[in-house]
């Protein structure tokens, strides 16, 4: 079992940033492998947006925000970031961190409630 808990979103301009944070807390013996950002902008369906590789640490953009995003984690902390520049109105949408482990076999996955990023003017 995987808890995330979002924070950072807010209201921005465009042209700003915003790092988001996500704490995990994990139940021992879990294992994950893989960090994830995901959003969802009303309407529309829910997109990954960068993942990371914990078994190597490297990380993957989705086009949408290759060069603008950064992912990476703290792992003193036990959190994931995601670092936004040059944000724009179409990043407008709820942001989710997501975490993805093996445990007896089977592949999980659990996800945070998400925080809403709003660009505008």
């Known amino acids: 079992q995987v808890i995330l808990m979002e924070s950072g979103g807010g209201l921005v301009q465009p042209g700003g940033s915003l790092r988001l944070s996500c704490e995990i807390s994990e139940s021992p013996f879990v294992n994950i492998r893989k960090m994830n950002w995901y959003r969802q902008a009303p309407g529309k369906p829910r997109d990954l947006v960068a993942s990371?590789?914990?078994?190597?640490?490297?990380?993957t953009y989705a086009d949408l925000g290759k060069g603008r995003f950064t992912i990476s984690r703290d792992n003193a902390k036990n959190t994931l970031y995601l670092q936004m520049v040059d944000l724009k109105p179409e990043d407008t949408a709820v942001y989710y961190c997501?975490?993805?482990?093996?445990?007896?076999?089977?592949?999980?996955?659990?996800w945070g409630l998400g925080t809403q990023v709003t660009v505008s003017s």
């Open positions: 990371l590789d914990t078994r190597n640490n490297d990380a």
């Open positions: 997501n975490v993805e482990y093996p445990r007896l076999g089977l592949n999980y996955t659990n």
